[in-house]
Structure formats: structure tokens, C-alpha cells
């Protein structure tokens, strides 16, 4: 079974500092990766998503990610933040045999002061 | 197009009653799911379904029932109620297309058991 580890639990940042989120999963197949967003209050929005092609994928509000596909790894960053990123962030795998089981990481609060 | 529906937003249960989460969405899609988001736990999957006549246990399925009786209803069901249950309870739906789409979520159910 899949697994996702985020390793950052509350993370605060100075606006126009750089961000980098990590992302660990588990699983021996084939995945789809996502990071998903929570403002406070709102329920979930997908950020960016990788099922194949260039490792580095690029979502909305000018957040990135790359896939490593050696270290299992697909970790979240973006150069400059703002305060409206001030929300949690979720990492999330499935399994390409079965995307209908969508695993989600602890995820990461993010405070950015302004 | 509404995408996904969750009734009700708030509910507050007395311990032992039971009650059924509503979810409907209108998008036509294959996969559907119940997650609970408790704080430092992120998302865990409840149950999931493929298709209309198929589910199947995610993560966390007991104290949970769920049916699939057509593509647009995923409802869950709490048969007795504990406090352990407390949580927000999102359903999420996608397209089967490989998953690569994400899912898209509800608004969220907040409820409180006593």
C-alpha cells in the first residue's frame, strides 16, 4: 500500500522568502503526485500535478514541484511567497493500478508574516 | 454545474446516533471518496468507490458504512456514533481517466460528536 510522508509539520516564512515543502512517498508502482491546497476555512484545491513527462511541473500562483524519481521524492517550492500562501499544503499519491485510492501526506502549515 | 455537494456542513451527534453524510456531485464521475481531516493527521481515506455498485475500504473504514447505488450519490453512514469521530469529513470525486485530473472536493462536513 502507498504511503506519503511530509516532513515539515508548521514552517513560518518572511514574505519574499523562498519555499521548499517536502515530500517523501512509498509505494514499488507507478504513481500520479499531486500538492493540493487548504486556505483557512475553504476546503481543498489542486496546486499542481505530475503523472509523466518533464519531473518538473509547474501549477498555479507560480508554485513548482519536481518529481525524483530515485529518492521518492516530490517536493513543493516556489522563489518568493506571499502572504496570501499563508494555508496548509497537502502532498498526495495514488497508484496508477488503482487512482481511485487517493493517499494524502500529514501536511505542511505554512504561515508567511507579513 | 455545482461539482461536489456535502450536506449538511455542521451536525453535531450525541453518542450512539446514528446519521448519514450526503454527497452528490454532477460532473459524471467514476470515482468517488470520503476522507476525514483531523488536525496533525492530514487527510486519511474512509472509503472509495470506482463506480456505481463498487466500493471499498481506504484507510480508516470502521464506524463507517457506504453504498454506491448510482454515478452522482456516495453517502456515508455513521451506524453509532462516537466521539472519536469527531472530524471534517470531505468526499472527493474524479474522473477514472488514469486519476491524472485530481480530484475535486467538497466544502466539507463539520461534525461534532457529544
Known amino acids: 500500500a502507498q504511503s506519503v510522508s511530509q516532513h515539515n509539520h508548521h514552517v513560518i516564512l518572511s514574505e519574499a522568502a523562498s519555499l521548499e515543502l517536502g515530500c517523501n512517498y512509498s509505494?514499488?508502482?507507478?504513481?500520479?503526485l499531486f500538492w493540493y491546497v487548504q486556505y483557512p476555512g475553504q476546503h481543498l484545491q489542486l496546486l499542481l500535478k505530475y503523472f509523466s513527462g518533464d519531473p518538473l511541473v509547474k501549477g498555479i500562483k507560480g508554485f513548482e514541484a519536481e518529481f525524483i524519481k530515485s529518492k521518492f521524492s516530490f517536493n513543493l517550492r516556489k522563489p518568493s511567497v506571499q502572504w496570501s500562501d499563508t494555508a496548509e499544503y497537502f502532498c498526495a499519491v495514488n497508484a496508477r493500478s488503482n487512482t481511485g485510492k487517493l493517499i494524502f501526506g500529514q501536511g505542511t502549515t505554512l504561515q508567511v508574516k507579513p | 454545474n455545482a461539482g461536489v455537494t456535502q450536506t449538511p456542513k455542521f451536525q453535531v451527534l450525541k453518542t450512539g446516533q446514528s446519521m448519514t453524510l450526503q454527497c452528490a456531485q454532477d460532473?459524471?464521475?467514476?470515482?468517488m471518496s470520503w476522507y476525514r481531516q483531523d488536525p496533525g493527521m492530514g487527510l486519511r481515506l474512509i472509503h472509495y468507490s470506482v463506480g456505481a455498485g463498487i466500493t471499498d475500504q481506504g484507510e480508516v473504514p470502521n464506524g463507517y458504512n457506504v453504498s454506491r447505488s448510482t454515478t452522482e450519490d456516495f453517502p456515508l453512514r455513521l451506524l453509532s456514533a462516537a466521539p472519536s469521530q469527531t472530524s471534517v469529513y470531505f468526499c472527493?470525486?474524479?474522473?477514472?481517466?488514469?486519476?491524472?485530473?485530481?480530484?475535486?472536493f467538497g466544502s466539507g462536513t463539520r461534525l461534532t460528536v457529544v
Open positions: 460532473m459524471n464521475h467514476e470515482y
Open positions: 509505494y514499488g508502482g507507478t504513481v500520479n
Open positions: 472527493a470525486s474524479s474522473y477514472l481517466d488514469r486519476g491524472r485530473d485530481g480530484y475535486t
